[in-house]
T-cell receptor
Framework: SQKIEQNSEALNIQEGKTATLTCNYTNYSPAYLQWYRQDPGRGPVFLLLIRENEKEKRKERLKVTFDTTLKQSLFHITASQPADSATYLCAPRQKVTFGIGTKLQVIP | SQTIHQWPATLVQPVGSPLSLECTVE??????LYWYRQAAGRGLQLLFY??????ISSEVPQNLSASRPQDRQFILSSKKLLLSDSGFYLCAFLAGGLASTDTQYFGPGTRLTVL
């Protein structure tokens, strides 16, 4: 069955370092992947979308890559800040069940 | 600009009582509308989606139902709540249609506790 997985449920990182989150998919070839941020008690907020023919997409301190050979998308936050602490979700398209996501904690 | 509203923000209901959660969208017409549930410590689970008035697709069989009486109104209902219905309910819309790569925009959510 089609599956989207994020490699860890929690990630702790020191402030100023680059956080890297992974999204893997199996039995599936999504045309694009979307990344969202969710804060506790709030709905997800869209961050970035990357298409299968794009290798990389950037937005300020955020960078997303899409490797269709590895069936993987990486989400990077450079110069991480405590305000970046949140749960990050990846989703292949609009009509799916999101995974648990990765809870990022940036430690001052 | 496009906005999405949900109410109530929080709700505490006894087991066996009915439920009605409402979602409305502004600034767009004929959006695709979605209801998700997020149980504590779990991912977002798609419950229903609608591509138009009166058109509802159910993703997960359960004691919940959805209706779309107007273009920009989506309602989630239950006749008798179960304990397992507790969770965070999110409404979302998509402006560009299922074939589009447009993003889903989520509402603020309703925290439902069934006692």
């Amino acid at each position: 069955s089609q599956k989207i997985e994020q490699n860890s449920e929690a990630l702790n990182i020191q402030e100023g370092k680059t956080a890297t989150l992974t999204c893997n998919y199996t039995n599936y070839s999504p045309a694009y992947l979307q990344w969202y941020r969710q804060d506790p008690g709030r709905g997800p907020v869209f961050l970035l979308l990357i298409r299968e023919n794009e290798k990389e997409k950037r937005k300020e301190r955020l960078k997303v890559t899409f490797d269709t050979t590895l069936k993987q998308s990486l989400f990077h936050i450079t110069a991480s800040q405590p305000a970046d602490s949140a749960t990050y979700l990846c989703a292949p398209r609009q009509k799916v069940t999101f995974g648990i996501g990765t809870k990022l904690q940036v430690i001052p | 600009s496009q906005t999405i509203h949900q109410w109530p923000a929080t709700l505490v209901q006894p087991v066996g009582s009915p439920l009605s959660l409402e979602c409305t969208v502004e600034g767009t017409s004929n959006p695709n509308l979605y209801w998700y549930r997020q149980a504590a410590g779990r991912g977002l689970q798609l419950l229903f989606y609608s591509v138009g008035i009166g058109q509802i697709s159910s993703e997960v069989p359960q004691n919940l139902s959805a209706s779309r009486p107007q273009d920009r109104q989506f309602i989630l209902s239950s006749k008798k709540l179960l304990l397992s219905d507790s969770g965070f309910y999110l409404c979302a819309f998509l402006a560009g249609g299922l074939a589009s790569t447009d993003t889903q925009y989520f509402g603020p959510g309703t925290r439902l506790t069934v006692l």
